[in-house]
């Protein structure tokens, strides 16, 4: 599947005053499996699943943004 961008922040939170953070995350399927990761249990909502992303950094477009987020995962 190609890469694809969605911004949905206005309409989920269209009652926002406050600068929104960009981010990007993953849905992994392979072998009728979703790949997730668990947060470590030291770090805020530890013991919690999630997709991999994270935030993008200034100057970084969501694509690669994307790509350094797997990396690191």
């Known amino acids: ?9 206005e309409r989920i939170f269209p009652f926002t005053t406050t600068m ?4 990007v995350c993953a849905f992994i399927f392979k072998d009728d499996h979703i790949w997730m990761g668990r ?3 030291h770090k805020h909502m530890g013991g919690k699943w ?3 992303g994270g935030k993008i950094d200034d100057g970084e477009d969501a694509e690669t943004a994307l790509k350094r987020e797997l990396i690191e995962e």
């Open 1 to 9: 599947m190609p890469f694809q961008s969605v911004r949905f922040a």
């Open 20 to 23: 929104a953070i960009e981010v």
């Open 39 to 41: 947060r470590p249990d």
């Open 50 to 52: 999630e997709f991999p």
